[in-house]
């Protein structure tokens, strides 16, 4: 039996998976962005080892939040996959960041800073990091005019490029990035064609499976499949780059 944290676990891929491994017999902690929020959970079978408060939004819930997660004890496997979706403009955290930035990308690197590090970790991208622009001289989005897709596109590209610089630089830890599909959930939208399914069957898979072709790190999956990321997700340099920039925005070093 693993123990596993998953972010953004109310409803979604992340509740779709923490069902599955539960099912399975894993101990589960779940995440909800507010106590509100995490009445969702109640009653829910079979019963999650518990239920953590914080709004990833914010850089200090979310430091407290990792806080909570070593108060139950280290984890064998987290899942990253809490995300926002494509915001209409760009919306300020109360640090003042890109709300897509803070959430998607920011959010993943102080959890993987500050939680005790586990046996695994998983990383929730997308496909359309693909079409991503790899500059960081405006990573939080305050000279460029707003541009939805290309923000939410390019927190992919960094989360992917996080989890493989994790891989590069802590090679005890099996870390890879997932595209789970454009899937029917509240984020894709009731006429998204995926299957919700296999939307999180391979982030469940890559936690707790000992099946040889998942005990790898530093590659980036689809639906079990190992794929071709963006150049810039498996180029050090930019690795390197970004986990600067980020320990910049954040105050956080992470190697």
Known sequence: MARIFI???TDGLGLAGARALMDAGHEVLLHARTKERATAL????PHPAGVVIGDLSSSSETRDLAGQVNEHGRMDAIIHNAGVYLSPQRIATFEGHSRTLAVNVLAPYILTA??????RLIYVSSGLHLGATADLQDIDWTRRDWDAVSAYSESKLHVSALSAAVSRHWPTVLSNSVDPGWVPTKMGGPGAPGDLAMGHDTQSWLA??????????GNYWHHRRQRTP????TDPGFQDSLTDKLAELTGIPLF
């Open 114 to 119: 500050l939680i005790e590090r586990p046996d």
């Open 7 to 9: 972010t953004g676990s």
């Open 208 to 217: 707790v499976s000992n099946d040889p072709a998942a005990l790898v790190s």
């Open 42 to 45: 109640n009653g829910l079978t």
């Open 230 to 233: 963006a150049p810039e997700v």
